[in-house]
T-cell receptor
C-alpha cells in the first residue's frame, strides 16, 4: 500500500529562521511527487512537481528536493506570509493517476 | 480561465437528510477527483473520474455516498441519509490528462471545497 508520511506535524519559526519539512514515501513506481500549500478555508494550491531522484525545484523562498525515499521542502528566511499547511502527495505508475496525500505540516512563522 | 468551482461553499443539514455537492472542473480537464478533509486531518481519497467513468470508487466510505459526472465536465457527489461523521470539507480537483504526460504525473488543481456540517 502506498504511504506518505510528513514531519513534523507542526513547526513554529521566527521570521528569517530557515528550516526544512520532510515527506517520506513508500510506493511502487513513483510517477511524480507534488508539494501543495493550503491556507485556512481554501483548497490546496499547487507548488511543485518532482519526477525523479536528484531533481530540485525552486520558487521564491521555497526549494523542493527529491531522493528515492523522501522529499524535502526547504524554506529560506521565511516570512509570516509563508504560514500555511504544506502537503506532500505522490502519484504512482498504475493504470491511472491515483494521488495519495500526507497529513501535512502546519507552519507558523512569527514576526 | 477559471479555476475549479465548487458549490455550495457551506452546507448545514440535519442528520438523515440527503445532500448534493457540485464540482465544476477546469475546462478541458479530463480527470476529476473528490477528496474529504476532516478537521486537522489529511486528504482522504473518495473517487476518481476519467471522462464520465469512475475507474476507482474505492474511497467511498459507504453505499450512502455516490458520485456522477456528466458530459465529461460537472460532477455531483451525493450523500444520502447524512450522519454526523460525514461532517468535513469535501474537495474537488481536476487534472489535464488521465495518464499524465511523458514527463510523469499531472498535478491536481483544487477548488476551495464545500464545508458540510451535519447537525
Amino acid at each position: 500500500e502506498d504511504q506518505v508520511t510528513q514531519s513534523p506535524e507542526a513547526l513554529r519559526l521566527q521570521e528569517g529562521e530557515s528550516s526544512s519539512l520532510n515527506c517520506s514515501y513508500t510506493v511502487s513506481g513513483l510517477r511524480g511527487l507534488f508539494w501543495y500549500r493550503q491556507d485556512p478555508g481554501k483548497g490546496p494550491e499547487f507548488l511543485f512537481t518532482l519526477y525523479s531522484a536528484g531533481e530540485e525545484k525552486e520558487k521564491e523562498r521555497l526549494k523542493a528536493t527529491l531522493t528515492k525515499k523522501e522529499s524535502f521542502l526547504h524554506i529560506t528566511a521565511p516570512k509570516p506570509e509563508d504560514s500555511a499547511t504544506y502537503l506532500c502527495a505522490v502519484q504512482v505508475k498504475r493504470g491511472y493517476q491515483k494521488v495519495t496525500f500526507g497529513t501535512g505540516t502546519k507552519l507558523q512563522v512569527i514576526p | 480561465g477559471a479555476g475549479v468551482s465548487q458549490s455550495p461553499s457551506n452546507k448545514v443539514t440535519e442528520k438523515g437528510k440527503d445532500v448534493e455537492l457540485r464540482c465544476d472542473p477546469i475546462s478541458g480537464h479530463t480527470a476529476l477527483y473528490w477528496y474529504r478533509q476532516s478537521l486537522g486531518q489529511g486528504l482522504e481519497f473518495l473517487i476518481y473520474f476519467q471522462g464520465n467513468s469512475a475507474p476507482d470508487k474505492s474511497g467511498l466510505p459507504s453505499d450512502r455516498f455516490s458520485a456522477e459526472r456528466t458530459g465529461g465536465s460537472v460532477s455531483t457527489l451525493t450523500i444520502q441519509r447524512t450522519q454526523q461523521e460525514d461532517s468535513a470539507v469535501y474537495l474537488c480537483a481536476s487534472s489535464p490528462r488521465g495518464g499524465g504526460t511523458n514527463l510523469g504525473g499531472s498535478p491536481l488543481h483544487f477548488g476551495n471545497g464545500t464545508r458540510l456540517t451535519v447537525t
